[in-house]
C-alpha cells in the first residue's frame, strides 16, 4: 500500500492551467478507472473536486478537468484563482479492497 | 441535506482504546459505502478503514489486527473502534462516503485523536 506519487507543488498565476500528475501501479490506478481527486484546505474538510477518473460533480467549476494514462492520472486546473489555493490529492482504489491517497500537492497561485 | 459528524476523539495513552463515532443525517450508512480517512499533523491523508452495504469490512496495513469499523444501522452512525494505539496513530480522523468506490463524496469535519504520554 504505498502511497501515490504526486509532485509536492506547484504554482501558477492566475489564469493560467496547471496539471497534477499521480503515479501509481498496475495494481491500483493502472487496473482500476477508480480515481478521484480531492482539494484540502487545512482545517476544512477535504472536498472531491473529480471521481470516476474525469467526472466531475455537480457545483465543482469545469475549470477542473482530469485524464489517465496507464499507471498516471492527471487532474488540470484551468484559469487559475487564488482561491484554487490548496492541497490537492488523488486517491485510487486498489487491489485487496483497499484504497490509496497521493502524497499530496501544494498548489500555489502566484 | 448530507452530513457526517464525528465525536470520540481525544488524548489517549499509547497501548490505550478510543471508540470513535461518525453520525450520518440525510442519507442511511447501512445502504452505501462508509470509510474512515486520516491525517498526521504535517502529514497527507490516508486512508484507514472501509465497510461496505453487505457488511464487509476492509484496512490498511498499519491498523490492521488493531483497528475494527463497525455501524449501528438504527442510528445511522458509523464507527471505528481503535486499540493498542500507537504515537503514529495521532492524526485528525475523517468519515467519509464512499461513491461505489470511485470517490468520497461527502466528509465530516474531522476529530483529533491524539496518543501520547
Known amino acids: 500500500q504505498s502511497a501515490l506519487t504526486q509532485p509536492a507543488s506547484v504554482s501558477g498565476s492566475p489564469g493560467q492551467s496547471i496539471t497534477i500528475s499521480c503515479t501509481g501501479t498496475?495494481?491500483?490506478?493502472?487496473?482500476?478507472?477508480?480515481v478521484s481527486w480531492y482539494q484540502h484546505h487545512p482545517g476544512k474538510a477535504p472536498k472531491l473536486m473529480i471521481y470516476?477518473?474525469?467526472q466531475r460533480p455537480s457545483g465543482v467549476s469545469d475549470r477542473f478537468s482530469a485524464s489517465k494514462s496507464g499507471n498516471t492520472a492527471s487532474l488540470t486546473i484551468s484559469g487559475l484563482q487564488a482561491d484554487d489555493e490548496a492541497d490537492y490529492y488523488c486517491?485510487?482504489?486498489?487491489?485487496?479492497?483497499?484504497?490509496?491517497f497521493g502524497t499530496g500537492t501544494k498548489v500555489t497561485v502566484l | 441535506e448530507v452530513q457526517l459528524v464525528e465525536s470520540g476523539g481525544g488524548l489517549v495513552q499509547p497501548g490505550g482504546s478510543l471508540r470513535l463515532s461518525c453520525a450520518a443525517s440525510?442519507?442511511?450508512?447501512?445502504?452505501?459505502?462508509m470509510s474512515w480517512v486520516r491525517q498526521a499533523p504535517g502529514k497527507g491523508l490516508e486512508w484507514v478503514s472501509a465497510?461496505?452495504?453487505?457488511?464487509?469490512?476492509f484496512y490498511a496495513d498499519s491498523v490492521k489486527g488493531r483497528f475494527t469499523v463497525s455501524r449501528d444501522n438504527s442510528k445511522t452512525t458509523l464507527y471505528l473502534q481503535m486499540n493498542s494505539l500507537r504515537a503514529e496513530d495521532t492524526a485528525v480522523y475523517y468519515c467519509?462516503?464512499?461513491?461505489?468506490?470511485?470517490?468520497?463524496?461527502?466528509w465530516g469535519q474531522g476529530t483529533l485523536v491524539t496518543v501520547s504520554s
Open positions: 465497510i461496505y452495504t453487505g457488511g464487509s469490512t
Open positions: 470516476e477518473v474525469i
Open positions: 467519509a462516503r464512499d461513491w461505489r468506490k470511485g470517490g468520497f463524496d461527502y
Open positions: 486517491c485510487s482504489y486498489s487491489s485487496s479492497s483497499t484504497y490509496v
Open positions: 498496475s495494481s491500483d490506478v493502472g487496473f482500476y478507472n477508480l
Open positions: 440525510g442519507f442511511t450508512v447501512s445502504s452505501n459505502y
